[in-house]
């Protein structure tokens, strides 16, 4: 399984960014993906998750009304829309895939079993 995350950058306070994982190896329909980030000095956080049996989508309190998570399945992609950047949403953002995540686990990165690489985002104040 492979996880390619993309579309970071340097962004001004209040501004937007669309991140993409795309997957290659599993059908993003049928696991459970999720967005996490990591700020210096700081642990992995969730940030938001589709889950896989009916594709209902989580968030951490931090980012709802502003983050949309959401997926293609023809190009087997999943997205991070970032609307109203702030600066503490500076870090670096990684997708997980996950194939027997239980909804209680949904907000752990340890039960996603693959990782992408990260993507950088920096939100200049």
């Known amino acids: 399984v492979q996880l390619q995350a993309s579309g970071g950058g340097l962004v001004q306070t209040g501004g937007s960014l669309r991140l993409s994982c795309v997957a290659s190896g599993r059908t993003v329909s049928s696991y459970t993906m999720g967005w996490f980030r990591q700020a210096p000095g700081k642990e992995r956080e969730f940030v938001a998750a589709?889950?896989?049996?009916?594709?209902?989508?989580y968030y951490a309190d931090s980012v709802k009304g502003r983050f949309t998570i959401s997926r293609d399945n023809a190009k087997n992609t999943v997205y991070l829309q970032m609307n109203s950047l702030k600066p503490e949403d500076t870090a670096v953002y990684y997708c997980?895939?996950?194939?027997?995540?239980?909804?209680?686990?949904?907000?752990?990165?340890?039960?996603?079993?693959?990782w992408g690489q990260g993507t950088q985002v920096t939100v200049s104040s």
């Open positions: 997980g895939i996950g194939s027997r995540i239980i909804l209680s686990s949904i907000r752990s990165s340890s039960a996603y079993d693959y």
């Open positions: 589709l889950f896989r049996s009916g594709g209902s989508s």
